[in-house]
């Protein structure tokens, strides 16, 4: 079972609220990633790290930005969450090896009304 | 374009009956291939990875074959049981890039009834 853990687990806010999810991962992995994930869709990339002080933006335009002042934590932050913002979030992390394996955490689904 | 196509995109079986899930892509250059199970309302977790060189591996009752000259990849569920009802995703990666880029297919929906 994969060390990794993101909070909350549900959110329901009103527009224009700044909003942080957390993401944390005891594994050790240098590589991290935020995933959106709508019904019936594939995983968008928004965000990914491949080490503390490293960020880079995904495939996947978004307002949201991150952070990694620390290997093992990778929050996303909202500054002014809106209703096109509603969607499940998804972290994962990657080790060292070249085979690709993402490990994820339980997912964020936020509800911007 | 790098794409990855799943079908069926949702699928209904009867408790201990097998299916088969299908992937199809054109992602070039080519690294691995995995299939997620990703249950309600979790994370996906990696069932199987398969590699160039590959054509066949299983894990328990699930296994995964890939025919790397058509691009295509199957996995196959066997004697169904309902915590197999999950969503699927086929998963693809590249080696052309130091990202080592994954394409997602949408995934397959598949329910297990008793």
């Known amino acids: 079972e994969a060390d990794i853990y993101q909070t909350p687990r549900y959110l329901v806010i009103g527009t224009g609220k700044k909003i942080t999810l957390e993401c944390s991962q005891t594994m050790g992995h240098d590589k991290m990633y935020w995933y959106q994930q709508d019904p019936g869709m594939e995983l968008h990339l928004i965000h990914y790290s491949y080490g503390v002080n490293s960020t880079e933006k995904g495939d996947l335009s978004s307002e949201s930005t991150v952070s990694r002042i620390r290997t093992e934590h990778f929050p996303l932050t909202l500054e002014s969450a809106r209703p096109s913002h509603t969607s499940q979030y998804l972290c994962?992390?990657?080790?060292?090896?070249?085979?690709?394996?993402?490990?994820f955490g339980e997912g964020s689904r936020l509800t911007v009304l | 374009k790098n794409q990855v196509e799943q079908s069926p995109q949702s699928l209904i079986i009867l408790e201990g009956k097998n299916c088969t899930l299908q992937c199809n892509y054109t992602v070039s250059p080519f690294s691995n291939l995995r299939w997620y199970k990703q249950d309600t309302g979790r994370g996906p977790v990696s069932l199987t990875i398969m590699t160039f060189s590959e054509n066949t591996k299983s894990n328990g009752r699930y296994t995964a074959t890939l025919d790397a000259d058509t691009k295509q990849s199957s996995l196959h569920i066997t004697a169904s049981q309902l915590s197999d009802s999950a969503s699927y995703i086929c998963?693809?990666?590249?080696?052309?890039?130091?990202?080592?880029?994954?394409?997602f297919g949408r995934g397959t929906q598949l329910t297990v009834w008793p």
């Open positions: 998963v693809v990666s590249d080696r052309g890039s130091t990202l080592g880029r994954l394409y």
């Open positions: 994962a992390s990657s080790g060292a090896t070249n085979t690709g394996e993402l490990f």
